[in-house]
């Protein structure tokens, strides 16, 4: 290598070690540039809290060792080796995703960013309008809005949208017998990515007999990732708002826009439901 180099560079000397400190320059940068679009691609899926637990593990095993921890380095030397098989199988959707990715050559799009000031508060006067337009004619509907952990692994495959927010929008969508009004409707920054989406349900059994489908999916998807769900009750028109495996019902236009608001202007906040304003009984219950 340094020899080729040489004979394209007759007349200027090729510094060995300006060659060398320059290749590792490279290499640690390609190397961080990686790191960094890995931890932008798992971003958007659970992934991400698998990764920290996996941080949180390290942490862990190197204190125990530098502690002199005997009972606790030996058992997280002995989880090390079960991780390792586990890790491919925890993370096969992630790793499925970024090879069909890597092969479409998305692997390295840019990110897309937090919603934020005015396009927030356009997008939330939005989904309200909406959803009291659906709750009035007692339309069914499933909206779940992605916050911090992303729900890439359900959009996949749900039917693609990727169309601006809009009471119309929203409210076209889930008209009965058509071809998207079963199933979520999924909101990341103020575009619908999906729709058709299908979602966990809840194993809650406390849960009123009364609550359906809709209402145990609206349920399952806060319990398995930091997103809101609004749901309007087909049956009833009644409007609910889902939050870490928790349910607020009954909710009128005044008092979904301030839930909203609340949640949604800042990613670093959130409000548990034991805070919130609640007029009509107990949050626990259905």
């Known amino acids: ?48 809290q698998l990764l920290k637990g996996l941080v949180v593990l390290i942490i862990f095993s190197g204190l125990s060792n530098w502690l002199q921890l005997g009972t606790v380095a030996w058992i997280l030397d002995k989880m090390w080796a079960s991780l390792f098989v586990a890790v491919p199988v925890v993370f096969q959707p992630e790793l499925r995703r970024a090879l069909e990715q890597l092969g479409r050559g998305r692997f390295f799009a840019r990110s897309s960013t937090q919603l934020r000031g ?17 709750a009035r004619t007692r339309t069914g509907a499933l909206i779940v809005l992605e916050r911090k952990t992303g729900l890439q692994d359900y959009v996949e495959g749900a039917i693609r949208i990727d169309g601006l927010v809009s009471a119309e929008f929203l409210t076209n969508i889930f008209v009965p017998k058509t071809p998207l009004h079963d199933g979520a409707v999924v909101i ?50 009644i409007v609910s708002l889902a939050i870490n495996g928790r349910l607020l019902r009954h909710l009128d236009e005044k008092l979904l826009k301030e839930q909203l608001e609340s949640l949604l202007r800042s990613e670093t906040t959130t409000v548990p439901f034991r805070g919130w304003k609640w007029p009509y009984g107990n949050l626990n219950k259905g």
């Not at 005015?118 to 337009?133: G, T």
């Open 188 to 237: 990341r920054g103020e575009r619908v990515v999906a729709a058709g989406c299908l979602l966990p349900l809840t194993d809650n059994p406390y849960l009123e007999k009364e609550l359906g489908t809709r209402h145990r999916a609206g349920i399952g998807i806060t319990e398995n990732t930091d997103a809101l769900a609004v749901i309007v009750s087909e049956e009833t028109g």
């Open 118 to 134: 005015e396009n927030l508060y356009r997008l939330i006067r939005e989904i309200v309008k909406a959803v009291q337009e659906m």
């Open 1 to 48: 290598m340094l020899a080729l180099l040489q004979s394209w560079l007759p007349d200027r000397p090729l510094d060995l070690l300006s060659f060398n400190t320059f290749v590792f320059v490279l290499d640690i940068a390609l190397v961080a540039f990686l790191l960094y679009k890995v931890l932008m691609f798992i971003k958007g899926t659970r992934g991400m």
